[in-house]
């Protein structure tokens, strides 16, 4: 979920376009099912916190606020 958001990101497609989103939840609502009560993020819903899993969320979550703000894509090394 994470690669995804951070993918569309990059091509400039918000988190609500129709082709992504599912029974009125985006990329976005999926990804804070992921989240635990420590504030990190888990590899499944309702597990314990995981470092690997936090980082991929906080990347993708920085991904779609550059996006939303216009800035340059989080990989995008040209600017």
């Keep these: 979920t994470a690669q995804m958001i951070v993918a569309l990101a990059s091509l400039g497609i918000p988190q609500n376009d129709a082709r992504f989103v599912k029974n009125?939840?985006?990329?976005?609502?999926?990804l804070l099912n992921y989240i635990t009560s420590e504030g990190g993020?888990?590899?499944?819903?309702?597990?314990?916190?995981?470092?690997?899993?936090?980082?991929?969320?906080?990347?993708?979550?920085?991904?779609?606020?550059?996006?939303?703000?216009?800035?340059?894509?989080?990989?995008?090394?040209?600017r």
């Design 24 to 30: 009125e939840n985006n990329l976005e609502d999926v």
């Design 41 to 78: 993020f888990s590899h499944v819903p309702g597990g314990e916190t995981d470092p690997m899993a936090t980082e991929q969320a906080f990347y993708a979550m920085v991904a779609q606020e550059r996006m939303e703000n216009g800035s340059s894509a989080l990989f995008d090394m040209s």
